[in-house]
T-cell receptor
Framework: NAGVMQNPRHLVRRRGQEARLRCSPM?????VYWYRQLPEEGLKFMVY????????ESGMPKERFSAEFPKEGPSILRIQQVVRGDSAAYFC???????????????FGPGTRLTVL | AQRVTQPEKLLSVFKGAPVELKCNYS??????LFWYVQYSRQRLQLLLR??SRESIKGFTADLNKGETSFHLKKPFAQEEDSAMYYC????????????FGTGTSLTVIP
């Protein structure tokens, strides 16, 4: 099991461009979480998805940010019209399918470092 | 509102000294508690979970429901403990959900 994969590992965009970050969860995991880590700050929850469903997007900025986790393929975090303040490390995590009460561990990917010029 | 607080953003201790990283939570229901660690240039990884009542790398964490705290402790800090530590309650009312604290950066001084 290769673990949680994220690509690209580094992404450079100019202001106004779009950024697409991909996350492939571990095999058998159908729960995906996205987090953002701004420079000199801690990890902040953005969105929690299951296959084809957004469960909790309370941490997502209201504009320009969207996320999806289609039936097939990786989860995508999309940032439209990026600004310099979007520069951060974006981490994806996955956890196994199953009942929520099991309090499963989240397995993290290596992150994507987005730099907006 | 659900909340987890790690009051110390930065913490420095000398090698061999005891270390305590504080975590307080405010949640409806009874969350399960976890500590995650991120060493330099590595992935965030699970350090320990309350339900296991285990000691990992010399660290322990006691859940105090009265004070709603889950402080992480180690009696003798080592240089390799220098890392970012996140307290993470897990709740079930919205699914398999974790809310990470803002983290404490621990530096162990040789």
């Amino acid at each position: 099991n290769a673990g949680v994969m994220q690509n690209p590992r580094h992404l450079v965009r100019r202001r106004g461009q779009e950024a697409r970050l991909r996350c492939s969860p571990m095999k058998g995991h159908s729960h995906v979480y996205w987090y953002r880590q701004l420079p000199e700050e801690g990890l902040k929850f953005m969105v929690y998805l299951q296959k084809e469903n957004i469960i909790d997007e309370s941490g997502m900025p209201k504009e320009r940010f969207s996320a999806e986790f289609p039936k097939e393929g990786p989860s995508i975090l999309r940032i439209q019209q990026v600004v310099r303040g979007d520069s951060a490390a974006y981490f994806c995590a996955s956890s196994p399918s199953g009942q929520a009460v099991t309090y499963n561990e989240q397995f993290f990917g290596p992150g994507t470092r987005l730099t907006v010029l | 509102a659900q909340r987890v607080t790690q009051p110390e953003k930065l913490l420095s201790v000398f090698k061999g000294a005891p270390v305590e990283l504080k975590c307080n939570y405010s949640y409806s229901g009874s969350p399960e508690l976890f500590w995650y660690v991120q060493y330099s240039r590595q992935r965030l990884q699970l350090l320990l979970r309350h339900i296991s009542r285990e000691s990992i790398k010399g660290f322990t964490a006691d859940l105090n429901k009265g004070e709603t705290s889950f402080h992480l402790k180690k009696p003798f800090a080592q240089e390799e403990d220098s890392a970012m530590y996140y307290c993470a309650p897990g709740v079930t009312n919205t699914g398999n959900q974790f809310y990470f604290g803002t983290g404490t950066s621990l530096t162990v001084i040789p």
